[in-house]
């Protein structure tokens, strides 16, 4: 199969930043080689067009999980994990459009489909985590807030 990736470098030396240790965010990195080796193999004419669009589209699933994870508040967080769910349905518009036109094998876009799914599940659950987190802090705040008043 023409799409068995494997990390190849541990990232930039002296660059432990959080969202490396994010499973969403590896998980992402490993779709985006993936869709780099497919994309490879697409017509040349189409090098500015379907190839160029899915390769930023695929690039910013990790990207902006990235510049989430370094924003201070979960509510940015949460915004980018959104932006990166954004750019994961346009990726699977622009793989659907390119089995249409015979670039993409059924085989790989069941392999591709599936890392998408697990991808969005994950954002998912992460942004629900997000969001229970920031409620359970301001219901914590609220009730300090009346004891402190009583």
């Known amino acids: 199969m023409i799409l068995n990736v494997r990390r190849k470098s541990e990232g930039?030396?002296?660059m432990e930043k959080p969202h490396k240790k994010l499973d969403v965010w590896q998980a992402a990195m490993k779709t985006a080689q993936m869709v780099y080796v497919l994309t490879s193999t697409f017509p040349a004419e189409e090098r500015f067009g379907l190839v160029s669009q899915m390769r930023r589209?695929?690039?910013?699933?990790p990207s902006n999980i990235a510049e989430g994870a370094a924003r201070q508040g979960g509510r940015e967080f949460r915004n980018f994990l959104s932006m990166a769910q954004g750019s994961l349905s346009e990726l699977d518009t622009q793989l659907e459009l390119a089995v249409l036109l015979g670039f993409v094998s059924n085989e790989n876009?069941?392999?591709i489909t599936g890392q998408l799914l697990r991808i969005d599940k994950m954002l998912s659950g992460l942004i629900r985590s997000l969001t229970r987190k920031d409620v359970n802090n301001k219901e914590k705040k609220g009730s300090h807030q009346k004891r402190s008043r009583a």
């Open 57 to 61: 589209a695929v690039v910013s699933i």
């Open 12 to 14: 930039v030396r002296g």
């Open 109 to 111: 876009l069941v392999e």
